[in-house]
């Protein structure tokens, strides 16, 4: 199965793309396509801006790499309890082509943070609002404290029930998908 991974955030160091990257890994036999949204170049949103000029190319190549994968694999970076304004804009911008984003593909949604909150509030809207726009959320995970959770020189969780969750909510991707 092809799995489109990313994280839903345009910081070129950050933890959640380390994150969404190792979680792939746990995917044995899947074909992996990561995705860095910084390649999804869009103006912010405006209904003016749309009107003006259409949809950018950015949006319509996004959806059609959703559109080749089996499965979706997302980290979201928590930005004051919401979407980070990067991932956000290319939602609002694919929305404008197709609703149904996620085009009813499987999803595991993942967050993490270096605080204790591990990104839940964004993992929580995520969850929630996917059903409207097509998505099979089929589980969730935050990991929190990332750096003490994280051994970054080995590349790897170090939490060994922070592993376990991992691998649970990743095996729900070869479930079968409702339709």
């Given at each position: 199965?092809?799995?489109?991974?990313?994280?839903?955030?345009?910081?070129?160091?950050?933890?959640?793309?380390?994150?969404?990257?190792?979680?792939?890994?746990?995917?044995?036999?899947?074909?992996?396509?990561?995705?860095?949204?910084?390649?999804?170049?869009?103006?912010?949103?405006?209904?003016?801006?749309?009107?003006?000029?259409?949809?950018?190319?950015?949006?319509?190549?996004?959806?059609?790499?959703?559109?080749?994968?089996?499965?979706i694999l997302v980290s979201f970076a928590e930005h004051n309890g919401n979407y980070t304004v990067?991932?956000?804009?290319?939602?609002?911008?694919?929305?404008?082509?197709?609703?149904?984003?996620?085009?009813?593909?499987?999803?595991?949604?993942?967050?993490?943070?270096?605080?204790?909150?591990?990104?839940?509030?964004?993992?929580?809207?995520?969850?929630?609002?996917?059903?409207?726009?097509?998505?099979?959320?089929?589980?969730?995970?935050?990991?929190?404290?990332?750096?003490?959770?994280?051994?970054?020189?080995?590349?790897?969780?170090?939490?060994?029930?922070?592993?376990?969750?991992?691998?649970?909510?990743?095996?729900?991707?070869?479930?079968?998908?409702?339709?």
């Open positions: 199965m092809k799995v489109l991974t990313f994280a839903a955030t345009n910081t070129i160091q950050s933890i959640n793309k380390t994150l969404v990257k190792y979680a792939a890994t746990h995917l044995e036999g899947a074909d992996i396509d990561f995705v860095d949204i910084n390649d999804y170049d869009l103006p912010i949103y405006s209904f003016d801006l749309e009107e003006k000029l259409g949809v950018p190319d950015a949006a319509h190549a996004f959806l059609a790499r959703i559109a080749q994968a089996g499965a990067a991932f956000k804009n290319l939602f609002d911008w694919m929305s404008r082509v197709d609703r149904n984003i996620y085009q009813n593909k499987p999803i595991v949604m993942l967050a993490t943070s270096p605080g204790a909150g591990g990104g839940q509030h964004v993992l929580k809207l995520a969850e929630n609002s996917a059903p409207h726009f097509g998505g099979q959320v089929k589980g969730t995970l935050s990991i929190p404290s990332f750096y003490d959770n994280f051994d970054a020189e080995a590349g790897k969780l170090v939490n060994a029930e922070l592993v376990d969750a991992l691998e649970s909510v990743l095996s729900t991707l070869k479930e079968p998908v409702d339709v």
